[in-house]
């Protein structure tokens, strides 16, 4: 019966820590839950165009069309949201074909990156 009783209080307490962790989980999904209703971040493409210039810092319009498989309005769309709030911002690059639209990573973008990252991580 001693053993019985000792099982029953270690039993408790891994019920309590996966209570505990499964809170904290969950807690976590919530927090990206908010931050996909977000109506900026609900598109995967946008979030595509974000990972891609976090990583690389700048690319242009051609390049991101073809990361992500979007049409020119699409694309255009997407780089105007994605400006409008200070995630991104995009220039005119002068090339020996002509001008290029480039799109560049902000240090606003870079943040908003890393909190969803960060939060994938934990989840992980």
């Known amino acids: ?3 019985n009783a000792e099982y029953s209080g270690e039993q408790s ?15 976590i999904i919530y927090e990206l839950s908010e931050q996909l209703q977000e109506p ?5 493409i946008r979030l595509i165009i ?11 319009f051609t390049e991101l069309s073809k990361i992500t498989l979007s049409g020119k309005g699409s694309m255009s769309n997407h780089l105007e949201k994605l400006q409008e709030k200070g995630l991104i911002r995009t220039f005119y690059a002068f ?12 240090e606003k973008g870079i943040v908003a990156y890393e909190s969803y990252a960060n939060l994938l991580r934990k989840i992980l």
């Open 1 to 3: 019966m001693a053993h």
């Open 13 to 27: 307490k891994a019920d309590s820590i996966t209570s505990n962790e499964t809170e904290e989980l969950n807690s």
């Open 40 to 44: 900026l971040l609900k598109s995967s």
């Open 50 to 60: 974000l990972i891609s210039l976090v990583h690389n810092r700048q690319l242009s």
């Open 95 to 106: 090339s020996l074909t002509g001008p290029r639209l480039m799109a560049q990573i902000t």
